[in-house]
């Protein structure tokens, strides 16, 4: 029988070693035996970067649409119509089963693309309203 011993490494070695595995392993060559200091920060500061990096932090337009909808096609309407979609990112498609109503509408785009310009800011990217 043959056994491999362990081979006896001087403490110089030792270092080599370790620092050889850490390389392979990917760990940071600053690291102390092994044991990386920890980096620790608090996961709100992470989550708020990373929202503000994917700009989830401002309500969506989506949002802001139906918070201020009364205010978009004026009370008397609101409530027989509403938001569905917003095309190539551009233009809102507003919904209703009333014929007569989807006429009304359609007579009054350029005032509710006047009033939902004003409710989401100069930022606005809808240009354009299409009623179905």
Excluded at 4 to 30: C, E, K, W
Excluded at 35 to 60: I, Y
Excluded at 79 to 92: A, G, N, V, Y
Aim: some cysteine; glycine content about 6%; charged content about 25%.
């Amino acid at each position: 029988m043959r056994s491999n011993p362990t081979p006896v490494r001087s403490p110089g070695d030792l270092g080599a070693y370790q620092h050889l595995i850490r390389a392979f392993r990917g760990l940071p060559a600053s690291s102390v035996f092994g044991h990386v200091k920890p980096r620790e920060k608090p996961l709100s500061d992470v989550l708020g970067r990373c929202m503000d990096s994917m700009g989830l932090k401002q309500p969506r337009i989506e949002e802001r649409i139906i918070a201020h909808w009364r205010e978009i096609v004026g009370p008397d309407l609101a409530h027989r119509c509403s938001p569905r979609e917003i095309l190539r990112q551009d233009t809102l498609v507003i919904t209703t089963t009333n014929p007569v109503l989807r006429s009304e509408l359609a007579f009054r785009k350029a005032d509710i693309l006047r009033r939902l310009q004003a409710c989401l800011g100069d930022g606005s990217l809808i240009k354009a309203v299409v009623v179905r």
